[in-house]
T-cell receptor
Framework: KQEVTQIPAALSVPEGENLVLNCSFT??????LQWFRQDPGKGLTSLLL?????REQTSGRLNASLDKSSGRSTLYIAASQPGDSATYLC????????????FGRGTQLTVWP | DGGITQSPKYLFRKEGQNVTLSCEQN?????MYWYRQDPGQGLRLIYY???????QKGDIAEGYSVSREKKESFPLTVTSAQKNPTAFYLC?????????????FGDGTRLSIL
C-alpha cells in the first residue's frame, strides 16, 4: 500500500523567507505527483503536477522537484508572503491506468508579516 | 466559468437518516471522485467513476453509495450504516482517469451529526 508522509506537519516563518516542504512516499512505482494548496474550510487547489519522467516543475515562486528512486518530493516557495499561509498537500498517482491519488496529511504553513 | 459545485456547504444528519451530497461539474470531465477528510488527516477515497453508469469502491466505501446517471453529476449518499459520518467531503473530477490528468476539486461539504 502506498503511504505518503509530509514533514513538517506545521511551519511558521516570517515574510520573505524561502522555505522547503517535504513529501516522501513508500512505493517508488508512481505515475506522477501533485502538490495542492488548501485554505481553511475550502477545497484543494492544484499547484503543480510532476510526471514521473520529470525532475521538477516551476510556477511563479513555486518549484517542485521529484526523485522517484529515493521516494521524495520537495516544494520550494521563494520569498514567502502572508497570502501563502495555507495547508499544502502532496499526493501521488499510483499506476498508469487508474487516477487514484494517495494523500499525505499536509503541512500547515503560516507566514507572518 | 468552468468548475465543480458542491452543495450544500453545511449539512446535518439525524440518527438513522440518509443524506445526499451533491456534486456537479461543467468541465466536461469523464472521471469523478469522492473523498473524505478528517481533521489532521489526508484525504481518503470513497468512490470513483470513470464514465457514466460506472463506478468503483475506494478505500472506505462502507456506509456510502453513489450514482452516475449523467456525466456532469456524481451524488454521494451517506447512509445510516455509516456510523461516523462527521467529516469534510470533497468531490473532484479529471479529464480522464489516467494519471497524467490533474484532479480539480470543489469547495466541499461539511457534514455533522445532530
Amino acid at each position: 500500500k502506498q503511504e505518503v508522509t509530509q514533514i513538517p506537519a506545521a511551519l511558521s516563518v516570517p515574510e520573505g523567507e524561502n522555505l522547503v516542504l517535504n513529501c516522501s512516499f513508500t512505493d517508488s512505482a508512481i505515475y506522477n505527483l501533485q502538490w495542492f494548496r488548501q485554505d481553511p474550510g475550502k477545497g484543494l487547489t492544484s499547484l503543480l503536477l510532476i510526471q514521473s519522467s520529470q525532475r521538477e516543475q516551476t510556477s511563479g515562486r513555486l518549484n517542485a522537484s521529484l526523485d522517484k528512486s529515493s521516494g521524495r518530493s520537495t516544494l520550494y516557495i521563494a520569498a514567502s508572503q502572508p497570502g501563502d499561509s495555507a495547508t499544502y498537500l502532496c499526493a501521488v498517482y499510483r499506476g498508469s491506468t487508474l487516477g487514484r491519488l494517495y494523500f499525505g496529511r499536509g503541512t500547515q504553513l503560516t507566514v507572518w508579516p | 466559468d468552468g468548475g465543480i459545485t458542491q452543495s450544500p456547504k453545511y449539512l446535518f444528519r439525524k440518527e438513522g437518516q440518509n443524506v445526499t451530497l451533491s456534486c456537479e461539474q461543467n468541465l466536461n470531465h469523464d472521471a469523478m471522485y469522492w473523498y473524505r477528510q478528517d481533521p489532521g488527516q489526508g484525504l481518503r477515497l470513497i468512490y470513483y467513476s470513470q464514465i457514466v453508469n460506472d463506478f468503483q469502491k475506494g478505500d472506505i466505501a462502507e456506509g456510502y453509495s453513489v450514482s452516475r446517471e449523467k456525466k456532469e453529476s456524481f451524488p454521494l449518499t451517506v447512509t445510516s450504516a455509516q456510523k461516523n459520518p462527521t467529516a469534510f467531503y470533497l468531490c473532484a473530477s479529471s479529464l480522464g482517469q489516467r494519471g497524467n490528468q490533474p484532479q480539480h476539486f470543489g469547495d466541499g461539504t461539511r457534514l455533522s451529526i445532530l
